[in-house]
C-alpha cells in the first residue's frame, strides 16, 4: 500500500447490532487500513451517505453491509449501490464485504455474484478483529481474499 493511501480511503458500513457495529467500527479505526469509517444503522442510512460520498465529497472504497436490516436489508442496499454507480456513469464498481449471522444460502451466494467485486464473512467468535480485518484486506488490495 503506498504511504497515505489508508489515510485516503473511506469505508461506509451498515449494520443494525449497535454492539457489533460500535466493535467492529473500532476494530476498522485501529486496523490502519482506511482512514474514515462511516456508520449507518440501516440499509436507508447507507445509502445516502453513499449518495452523499459519491457525488459530493469523495470515493469510497469499501462498503460493508450486514444481509438482516431494517427499513433496506444488505442485499437490497448492495444492488441500489450498484444502480447508483451505474447512474453516475462508475465504470469501478466499489467492493462490497456482506455480513452474515446466518449460514450462507443460494440468495447470498447470488448476491455476492451479482454485485462483484464481493464477498461475505459470516459474523461469529473469529469475525473480531481478525476475520473483519484479513476480509477489509484483501478487498481492498484487489482480491476477494
Given at each position: 500500500?503506498?504511504?497515505?493511501?489508508?489515510?485516503?480511503?473511506?469505508?461506509?458500513?451498515?449494520?443494525?447490532?449497535?454492539?457489533?457495529?460500535?466493535?467492529?467500527?473500532?476494530?476498522?479505526?485501529?486496523?490502519?487500513?482506511?482512514?474514515?469509517?462511516?456508520?449507518?444503522?440501516?440499509?436507508?442510512?447507507?445509502?445516502?451517505?453513499?449518495?452523499?460520498?459519491?457525488?459530493?465529497?469523495?470515493?469510497?472504497?469499501?462498503?460493508?453491509?450486514?444481509?438482516?436490516?431494517?427499513?433496506?436489508?444488505?442485499?437490497?442496499?448492495?444492488?441500489?449501490?450498484?444502480?447508483?454507480?451505474?447512474?453516475?456513469?462508475?465504470?469501478?464498481?466499489?467492493?462490497?464485504?456482506?455480513?452474515?449471522?446466518?449460514?450462507?444460502?443460494?440468495?447470498?451466494?447470488?448476491?455476492?455474484?451479482?454485485?462483484?467485486?464481493?464477498?461475505?464473512?459470516?459474523?461469529?467468535?473469529?469475525?473480531?478483529?481478525?476475520?473483519?480485518?484479513?476480509?477489509?484486506?484483501?478487498?481492498?488490495?484487489?482480491g476477494r481474499a
Open positions: 500500500m503506498a504511504p497515505g493511501a489508508a489515510a485516503e480511503r473511506c469505508i461506509i458500513f451498515a449494520e443494525d447490532d449497535e454492539l457489533f457495529r460500535r466493535a467492529a467500527l473500532e476494530v476498522l479505526e485501529q486496523s490502519g487500513l482506511v482512514g474514515q469509517v462511516v456508520a449507518c444503522r440501516d440499509g436507508v442510512e447507507f445509502m445516502a451517505a453513499m449518495g452523499e460520498r459519491l457525488t459530493r465529497s469523495g470515493g469510497v472504497a469499501l462498503a460493508i453491509l450486514d444481509i438482516m436490516m431494517p427499513r433496506l436489508d444488505g442485499i437490497s442496499a448492495a444492488r441500489a449501490l450498484r444502480g447508483l454507480e451505474q447512474g453516475l456513469g462508475r465504470t469501478a464498481r466499489i467492493p462490497i464485504l456482506f455480513l452474515t449471522a446466518v449460514p450462507p444460502n443460494d440468495t447470498l451466494s447470488a448476491a455476492v455474484q451479482d454485485c462483484a467485486p464481493a464477498r461475505y464473512l459470516q459474523k461469529g467468535s473469529d469475525t473480531l478483529p481478525g476475520g473483519l480485518v484479513e476480509a477489509v484486506r484483501g478487498l481492498l488490495e484487489g
